[in-house]
Structure formats: structure tokens, C-alpha cells
């Protein structure tokens, strides 16, 4: 059997979100599965906030068994790699195509789609598409929800160490005199207090928002005190100016009424994990801190990436359907309320009074959600396809 490898093509657009993912990726493919990644990245800077080892400055190099390169206008001449991922759609160099078009065996070409919760997704998952010109076929690979999707990216050990840093793995919906260690310490190393009687944690990592007002007045009058952990980003200047702030950085802590807001440095992966494990409730963007918030096993909301022709909505309202499935109908209609307030809706403070009324309700069926889809693997499922494609 010929030695496997793979060249992974992603170019960085709304900062993280497909850096986030093809860096977990092409780490599962090389540790987990053994093959040689090599991942082409065209800004290495925002990958950096991901990967803090990471040398921006460098064209080539090693970081955590994958090679690292920087994607340039001037592709060099490379091998191609016998499985090539096109990530969302970016368009790999030309003479790269023609290298895979020359070579024999030809490479297996996937293009790794968006994650959609929608129906249609079932039918063009794995449907081939022909080069125009060239004897090379790429196919479309969709993660998603069910066994006919490419499923999540799920690592082989978070669960055991999310259920580790939890303590016994079952969610928490009160506070407790003695919280796991796991996460007493990594509350500790951030300098956030211990808990109080009462007390929500929530993280909160999000685009720019108008709601974003209306939810922090909802907790600073709110019967409940908050205390929400804000990584340092594109939230940031929204947050402070609600304060009255110009800005904030990592470290500052703001307080009125009800609310507490702590800023916290933009992180790698493995400490957001933590976070998320950590928070009891979390607000999550876009795709890859979407799939991280439901392997937490806790109650999430999540903003969608806006279109200005609103078909977000329906990947929104998708995702909903499929995750409230089974729920209660009231505790359903509180998630519907909620997400639909925080991504243009209205009544944010109220349909946040709701879902927090159904947070036990939500918590319970937040661990049960990550156990119905931790089979479904898309690591395993996409070598699963080219091994049976090459």
C-alpha cells in the first residue's frame, strides 16, 4: 500500500472560522490517522492566534506533525499529495491542478463544504464533479448531522477529556461548594473569582451584533447575577462601549448591576475547549465554535454568519429543528425565541429570561445531543471515502 498524504488548501476569511476547522483537520488526519499534512495556509498571521508555537514569519515549517506553508501568489512546484482538500470552495494554484492532472495514481480531491443542518445536503454529499478540461474529478463533501452527511469533526479523546475536566462528566444546573478541579483551576489561571449563590456563567464570542445591547441590559437588570467571559475580538469594542469604554484588552473586568464582564486573551483551541467546558451557557459563532459549543454538552446559542439575502436564516432555523427535536415544546420554543433574537430578532432580554428558566431542561439534553452525534465522525468518514475512492 502507497504511503498516504494529504494537502490541505484553506484560505482565512472571517478571521478563525475556516482556519479553525482545517487546523483541526489536518492535526486529526496526522496524529490520529498518520498521514503526512501538509497544510497551505495564505495568512499565517490570524492562523497564529490558533497556534501561538506558529512563526508567521516563516514560509515552512513543523508545528504539531503538521508541515505548515504559506499559500502565495507564486505557488511553488510540489508533488500533490494522493488526497487533496480544497477547503470552502478556495481555489487551488493552477499548476497545482496540472500536477494532479499528470499524476498517476491521480490524487482523490474532495472539496470540504460548509456545515448545513439543512435536508439537501443528504443529496449532494459525495456527488463528483468533473474538471471542465482535465482528466481530474473532485468531489463535495459536506459535514453534517446525520449518518448521510460527512458528520463533525469530533478529536478521539475530547470527550474523555471534556468529562474529565467536568469532574464526573454530569452537567451542573446550580452552583456547588466543590466544582471538578479541572475546571476550579482553569478558573483560577484566568483570575475569575470563585462562584457565587446563584451565579450564570457565559461565554460569549460573537460577530458584531445589534442585540448585543439589549442582552447586556437584560443581565445587568436581571434577577440573576452573570458573569459573562468575553474573548478579546470582534465583539470587543461593542461590549466596552456598552460601559462606556472606548476599548478593553485581555484582563480588564467591567462591572454594573447584575452583570459582570470579564475579558479574557484570544486563545488557542484546546483552552476555548475549556471554556466552553467550563461556562454555563454558551453564545458561539459561525461554524467551528458552533460544533465545539454542542461536544460541551451545555446550552448554546449561536449567531450565524448574516447574508444580506437572509438564507442564513433558513441554515438557522435547520440546525434549530434538528437540535430541538424531542425537546418539550415550551423548552423547543424558548431556543427558537432566543436564537432568533440574537441574529436580528426581537425581545433579546425577554427571550433570555425564557431559555434561562429552561436552562436544566436544556443542560440535560445538551449531554444527551453530544452522544447521538459523537458516532458520526468526519475524520473517519472522509478517509473511510478515500480509501474507497483511490
Not at 9 to 37: K, M, P, S, T
Not at 55 to 69: F, M, P
Not at 252 to 268: K, M
Request: some cysteine.
Amino acid at each position: 500500500m502507497r504511503s498516504e498524504s494529504c494537502d490541505i488548501f484553506c484560505n482565512v476569511v472571517d478571521n478563525y472560522g475556516d482556519i479553525g476547522v482545517c487546523w483541526r483537520l489536518a492535526r486529526q488526519l496526522a496524529n490520529e490517522h498518520g498521514l503526512a499534512v501538509r497544510l497551505w495556509v495564505d495568512d499565517l498571521r490570524s492562523f497564529g492566534k490558533l497556534c501561538p508555537e506558529l512563526d508567521a514569519g516563516l514560509a515552512e515549517q513543523r508545528c504539531r506533525g503538521v508541515e505548515v506553508r504559506r499559500w502565495n501568489a507564486d505557488f511553488p512546484v510540489v508533488e500533490p499529495s494522493t488526497l487533496v482538500i480544497e477547503a470552502f470552495a478556495c481555489r487551488l494554484p493552477q499548476s497545482y491542478v496540472g500536477a494532479m492532472a499528470v499524476r498517476e495514481p491521480k490524487p482523490v480531491w474532495l472539496n470540504l463544504e460548509y456545515l448545513s443542518a439543512e435536508d439537501w445536503v443528504e443529496g449532494c454529499h459525495k456527488l463528483p464533479s468533473p474538471h471542465p478540461s482535465l482528466p481530474l474529478t473532485k468531489y463535495f463533501f459536506f459535514p453534517g448531522f446525520t449518518k448521510k452527511t460527512g458528520g463533525l469533526l469530533l478529536e478521539r479523546d475530547l470527550l474523555a477529556r471534556r468529562d474529565a475536566f467536568q469532574g464526573d462528566g454530569s452537567a451542573k444546573t446550580s452552583p456547588t461548594p466543590a466544582l471538578p478541579r479541572g475546571e476550579r483551576e482553569f478558573w483560577r489561571n484566568l483570575g475569575v473569582p470563585e462562584r457565587v449563590a446563584g451565579e450564570v456563567r457565559v461565554s460569549l464570542f460573537s460577530y458584531e451584533n445589534e442585540a448585543m445591547e439589549g442582552l447586556l441590559r437584560g443581565w445587568e437588570q436581571g434577577g440573576q447575577l452573570v458573569t459573562c467571559l468575553l474573548p478579546e475580538g470582534r465583539s470587543l469594542p461593542q461590549v466596552a462601549g456598552y460601559f462606556g469604554l472606548q476599548a478593553g484588552i485581555a484582563g480588564d473586568v467591567w462591572q454594573r448591576g447584575n452583570l459582570r464582564v470579564q475579558v479574557l486573551p484570544f486563545v488557542e483551541q484546546e483552552r476555548y475547549d475549556e471554556l466552553l467546558w467550563a461556562c454555563d451557557v454558551n453564545f458561539v459563532r459561525g461554524e467551528d465554535s458552533c460544533v465545539r459549543a454542542q461536544w460541551a454538552a451545555k446550552p448554546f446559542i449561536w449567531q450565524i454568519y448574516p447574508q444580506h439575502d437572509g438564507v442564513h436564516l433558513a441554515k438557522l432555523e435547520a440546525l434549530r429543528m434538528r437540535y430541538t427535536a424531542g425537546l418539550p415544546p415550551e423548552t423547543a420554543q424558548t431556543v427558537r425565541d432566543l436564537w432568533l433574537a440574537w441574529n436580528g430578532g426581537p425581545d433579546i432580554a425577554g427571550a433570555w429570561a425564557h431559555f434561562a428558566a429552561q436552562r436544566g431542561v436544556l443542560t440535560r439534553h445538551g449531554a444527551e445531543w453530544a452522544r447521538r452525534l459523537e458516532s458520526n465522525n468526519l475524520a473517519l468518514n472522509l478517509l473511510d471515502f478515500y480509501r474507497q475512492t483511490e
